[in-house]
């Protein structure tokens, strides 16, 4: 069955360094999405992406994150220079429809440690 | 804001029995979408009800939808140990903004 895959599954990195974190989405799928998870707590919603651009943004999404897909399968979310805040769990989540209320696919998650 | 949010946060039960869960918003929205995550892991879709719908069901699940009240709920019925996970409410607007809830922590004794 396809799945919605991300990269690293853990990453510990130094405060004030970029991160990548990469995802593929299902094939067929349209719209892409990133999420973030502190400590088991709430899903917060940082970002979906449509046709080659952002269509939301929540205000979590500053100007140290950006979205990217570089080619016809990667997504990627970057996170220029790295607070102690930032440390999570990022989702990676995807939909195929034209109508946009379907059901999300989410990854099984990349953890970030900044120290 | 439009987030969900679940109550109770937390709830034990035994095996077997019946678990509820509920979620209530803020604002309008187009559907409702419930999703579980075991520990650590990513979050898996369970089912959507849309705003024109009151009940639906989908194996031990039941959701129901209160448009007018702003509330949902989940019933998972004949609890298995392999219920235990955290279980997320998510509100869809007519802007397609996804919000995720606090959750439940759903704990199935044996």
């Known amino acids: 069955e396809p799945e919605v895959t991300q990269t690293p599954s853990h990453q510990v990195t130094q405060m004030g360094q970029e991160v990548i974190l990469r995802c593929v989405p299902i094939?067929?799928?349209?719209?892409f999405y990133w999420y973030r998870q502190i400590l088991g707590q709430k899903v917060e919603f940082l970002v979906s992406?449509?046709?080659?651009?952002?269509?939301?943004k929540s205000e979590i999404f500053d100007d140290q994150f950006s979205v990217e897909r570089p080619d016809g399968s990667n997504f990627t979310l970057k996170i220029r220079s790295t607070k102690l805040e930032d440390s999570a769990m990022y989702f990676c989540?995807?939909?195929?429809?034209?109508?946009?209320?379907?059901?999300?696919?989410f990854g099984e998650g990349s953890r970030l440690t900044v120290l | 804001s439009q987030q969900g949010e679940e109550d109770p946060q937390a709830l034990s039960i035994q095996e077997g029995e019946n678990a509820t869960m509920n979620c209530s918003y803020k604002?309008?929205?187009?559907?409702l979408q419930w999703y579980r995550q075991n520990s650590g892991r990513g979050l898996v879709h369970l089912i959507l009800?849309?705003?024109?719908?009151r009940e639906k069901h989908s194996g031990r699940l039941r959701v129901t939808l209160d448009t007018s009240k702003k509330s949902s709920s989940l019933l998972i019925t004949a609890s298995r140990a392999a219920d235990t996970a955290s279980y997320f409410c998510?509100?869809?607007?007519?802007?397609?903004?996804?919000?995720f809830g606090k959750g439940t922590r759903l704990h199935i004794l044996p």
């Open positions: 989540a995807s939909r195929p429809d034209l109508e946009k209320t379907g059901e999300l696919f």
């Open positions: 094939s067929n799928h349209l719209y």
């Open positions: 992406f449509y046709n080659n651009e952002i269509s939301e």
């Open positions: 604002t309008s929205i187009n559907n």
């Open positions: 009800i849309r705003s024109n719908e």
């Open positions: 998510a509100t869809v607007n007519r802007d397609d903004k996804i919000i």
